[in-house]
């Protein structure tokens, strides 16, 4: 193999690096955590590096992916599909938009941004799935939910920031 | 110049269409979206054929995932069970000498039943076969109720069967791939489980609502339900079988009755799928993969089948059939 070729298959594997954390992070969430009512209240680790991942490499961020990640994680929990998928999409969309705000400043702006985002992802996700099922759903482990994963989202962005660091590199050609 | 000018509007013109074509895929992308949302919500076959590939391809990731949080809960719990061991010793003492008297009343009953069953010619009821699995996701979030396990077509697990750990009821199996299931707890909104509650004898349905206390529906206004009432399954709709323990009554007020489930669904780690042959209405006669016309026990493939005793009783050895079952 020479050092071209080499060159090139381990940027390409740096390039799917985000995308990987994503998936691991759907699979991590579904794990079987044995506390008492923890599965309703479980933050929502995928959506904490699909904000990350939009404000600081966007270029490896498509909005494609993360729609099929969305598909992925609506067939693992057995939600209709396309819920979580259009639920990722908005707040690619979104973030995308408004990332001029966020970048290159210091962390607690970026972490209030995350929690604009999760409120608005949350009760659109109940909204959505209150219509889908014909019932209001109890709005408490919703809310417990939210405040869990904005205020656990400083450790798995430290987590996000140093993959980049090793694994993606810091490269922001937008 | 010219050609300055031209490369200059191209250029000019390149960007709007980019900028089109994103806006476009985007709203592409939501249409999509809505739109399966909308095939979804129709329960086509094409999709949900599409999410149980999908899972059977995940659980063997997920199952490898969820060993290390198992392996800690064992820690934990080997950590925590040292320190009350004195407590707990004194606890057992009491509950053997308590269950001694048990055994000897049963014992004096099952020579009773014995000869009463010599007597009227019983047909004994089949026993039903469990089939043990690992739960390997909890799918649960504030939304969709359910659980992963390692099981599926290729065990014999089937659409309808009752889920039980520890003795009491987990919910039913709502979705099977080959090598894994979706079982639907009892607290999703989409169950409803024909009952009994024990001591008055009211037919209910436990419904569940998303909260980790479903409801009684379709009780008598007048009933005597009290909290700590046990809730057991009738059996009525052919779809789960009659006795196995749902929760007790948590709270009995005049507006609604919820009961607390006998299983803590948060920890259920093994899950054991009962078999009693009662097929119900749930799995239309389509959807039953070809090899289960075969009856189980012919395959010796069919390693975690074993015969069990009354639904209630204590898993006799859930890791053996959990291993097998790989």
């Avoid at chain 2, 490898?64 to 934990?76: D, I, K, L, N, Y």
């Avoid at chain 2, 074993?306 to 059939?321: F, I, V």
Wanted: no cysteine.
């Amino acid at each position: 193999m020479n050092s071209a070729m080499f060159g090139a298959i381990l940027d390409y594997s740096r390039r799917v690096v985000p995308g990987f954390t994503i998936l691991l992070l759907i699979l991590v969430a579904q794990l079987p955590m044995p506390l008492p009512f923890f599965p309703d209240v479980a933050p929502a680790l995928p959506l904490m590096a699909i904000y990350y991942w939009v404000v600081f490499r966007p270029d490896l961020m498509p909005r494609i992916l993360v729609f099929a990640l969305g598909l992925f994680q609506d067939a693992l929990i057995g939600a209709p599909f396309g819920l979580t998928a259009l639920i990722y999409l908005l707040v690619h969309g979104f973030v995308l938009n408004q990332r001029r705000f966020l970048v290159g400043k210091p962390f607690w702006i970026f972490w209030s941004g995350f929690a604009i985002v999760t409120p608005m992802a949350a009760f659109l996700t109940w909204i959505l799935v209150s219509v889908m099922r014909g019932a209001i759903l109890p709005t408490d482990v919703v809310l417990i939910g939210m405040v869990l994963t904005v205020i656990t989202f400083p450790a798995i962005a430290w987590t996000l920031l140093h993959s980049q660091r090793w694994l993606v590199g810091s490269a922001q050609p937008s | 110049m010219a050609k300055r000018n031209a490369s200059i509007s191209v250029a000019g013109l390149a960007v709007p269409f980019r900028i089109w074509g994103q806006r476009f895929a985007f709203l592409g992308l939501l249409a999509l979206a809505f739109a399966l949302m909308l095939l979804s919500k129709a329960e086509t076959g094409a999709l949900e054929r599409a999410r149980t590939v999908i899972v059977d391809a995940t659980t063997p990731i997920l199952d490898v995932m969820s060993r290390p949080v198992e392996a800690g809960q064992a820690a934990a719990q080997s950590v925590e069970s040292f320190f009350i061991v004195h407590a707990e010793n004194g606890r057992l003492r009491e509950e053997n000498a308590r269950l001694l008297r048990w055994m000897l009343m049963a014992r004096q009953l099952e020579v009773e039943n014995a000869t009463l069953r010599a007597q009227l010619d019983f047909v004994p009821a089949t026993a039903p076969r469990a089939i043990t699995a690992r739960v390997v996701a909890d799918t649960g979030g504030a939304f969709f109720h359910s659980l992963l396990i390692n099981a599926g077509a290729r065990h014999f697990v089937q659409r309808g069967q009752a889920v039980v750990s520890h003795g009491g009821l987990v919910g039913r199996v709502a979705e099977v791939g080959e090598r894994s299931a979706r079982v639907l707890l009892l607290t999703d909104l989409n169950s409803r489980i024909p009952a009994i509650v024990e001591s008055t004898g009211d037919r209910v349905i436990v419904t569940g609502d998303n909260s980790p206390w479903p409801t009684l529906t379709y009780l008598a206004s007048n009933s005597p339900v009290s909290a700590g009432d046990r809730v057991l399954t009738s059996g009525h709709g052919g779809v789960f079988p009659p006795g196995l323990v749902i929760g007790v009554v948590a709270e009995a007020s005049e507006a609604r009755v919820t009961i607390q489930p006998a299983v803590q669904l948060s920890r259920v780690s093994e899950a054991r799928i009962l078999d009693y042959g009662v097929n119900g209405i749930l799995p239309p006669p389509e959807q039953v993969p070809a090899r289960l016309a075969t009856p189980p026990a012919a395959s010796p493939a069919a390693a975690p089948v074993a015969p069990l005793a009354p639904a209630a009783a204590p898993a006799a050895s859930p890791t053996a059939g959990a291993e097998a079952a790989q």
